[in-house]
């Protein structure tokens, strides 16, 4: 008899993964909301946070000493509002979703506080480097930034979550967004650094602050505007429980899932990772913010391609093997440009500098469709098994514990980012030119060396990651089943409501 059963138990499943299969063919995301899905990706990279380091030191004319207080309070604020945003979000049921009426609610306040942030060398940049009512605001519009900001992440993972019950269609949708979008979300980028060096070469007669302004209050509209797009356009399609989860059992639903334990506990390894980011070295000691911009020439050309091959890596490979492979391929490039700028002071001559960084992001960008497509999809894969093991949903408290730890150590870690820069003699407003020897040397191994060291534990939970293959496939096919029901039940409601509806009538 149990030999039958589990024969019978067999059949079904095949059945199961049978018809999942057939499945895998229907595309549920349309040409309109494809197009809506890349300019919301676009939005997310459509900016020129990548120098709101220097803004904020160099321009604003915040104190190294102060911005790693403020650091240090926002990050703790960060985990605090998370929670509780998450396990708001969690238990939101409209006609519309459980997502998208959170990202329509932050679209318009959002683009404001962005504004507001940008606009802060006409507000507050003329005060003191420690002037109380110049910190305070900053503190203040930090605080709140990051309540949005948590509000709007939390939405967008659970909405990308939910665009599309088909796996196949959704890393078609996060191919597609991360290849197309990559052809103008670094416009900002690189336009602004060319710009920084104009002006601090005396090729444009424009004062910094207002490039910076102009830049960044341009940026925050564009994006803003299509995210609002994606807000309107976009559809949730996987139905969630009737029933709202407490929130007990969802961080008890937490504990049980594997994959994202795993993920979670990389992250915070490699939160781990310290430095001071290339544009401090970029710009204070080469003198060249366009730098990136240079030596991602032959990058821009390999990367697109790099997208191609994903599909046939996903075939071919393991999920932990593309896992690790594209987290730290960079690890092991940065390496060696860290030995040749160590020789004969290397570290200053663009003449080798250019050519060793430009061969690192070659090689980086011949990878980066599987390290851009890859972790997006975990985490999915992550938020699809703990509904495969507990029979919910929790996406918002699923990203936010996925997150967590990492947020805590960044918020040490930037502290002692601040500090370390402090310790090393950087002299804020100084400069291209008008940093010691020492501290060019220090930016340097900051932005290259120390990043690998701190952050190279972060490998050890990839090695027992083990949600691919057979188990990928029957935990999908099982899901389809469930979710055919669920559809149904749902469906049933709504005609037994449609039903009380007219009698009262």
Known sequence: MPVASNLAEEEVVNESMSTAAAHKDRRYVGTKETAAYILYD???????????????????????????????????????????????????????????????????????LCILYWTMPLTIGARGMYDMGKLGFYLILSLVQNLAGSLSGIARTGMLATITPNVIDRTRLITEANLLSGFVEKGPEIIMGLLIDLVNHGKLKIKMPS??????????????????????????????????????????????????????????????????GVNYYYINVLGLATMSTIVGIPGAIVSPISYSYVPW?????????????????????????????????????????????????TIWMFFWGIRSVIPEEMRNESIDYGEWKNGYRNEGLTGVAKELPRKLINTFGNTIKTIILHKVGYVEGAGFGGQ????????????????????????????????????????????????????QEVKELDKIAEEESGKEA
């Open 211 to 276: 490039l910076y302004v102009s830049a960044g209050v341009f940026c925050s509209i564009v994006s803003g505007l299509f995210a609002i797009i994606f807000a309107f356009i976009a559809k949730e399609r996987v139905n969630q429980t009737v029933d709202k989860p407490s929130i007990k059992a969802s961080f008890k639903s937490i504990f049980t899932n594997k994959p994202l334990l795993l993920i979670t506990l990389s992250e915070f390894l490699g939160a781990f990772s310290i430095g001071s």
């Open 313 to 361: 890596a996903r075939e071919k490979f393991s999920t932990k093997t593309l896992w690790i492979f594209g987290s730290h391929i960079n690890d092991f490039l940065m390496v060696g440009v860290f030995l040749i700028g160590s020789i004969n002071k290397n570290y200053k001559r663009l003449s080798v500098m250019i050519p060793a960084f430009m061969l690192r992001e």
């Open 42 to 112: 676009i939005a997310q990279s459509f900016n020129i946070n990548k120098y709101t380091d220097i803004y904020i030191t160099d321009i604003v004319k915040i104190g190294l000493k102060f911005q790693s207080v403020v650091s240090f309070i926002v990050g703790l604020w960060d985990i605090v509002n998370d929670m509780f945003l998450a396990a708001i979000v969690d238990k939101t049921r409209t006609r519309w979703g459980k997502f998208k009426p959170w990202l329509i609610v932050y679209a318009i306040p959002g683009v404001m």
């Open 436 to 487: 010691s020897e020492k501290t060019e040397y220090s930016l340097f191994w900051m932005c290259t060396i120390l990043p690998v060291i701190t952050s190279i534990a972060s490998i050890l939970p990839k090695l027992f990651y083990d949600l691919s293959g057979e188990k990928r496939e029957r935990m999908y096919a099982e899901m389809f089943e469930r979710r055919a029901a669920m559809a």
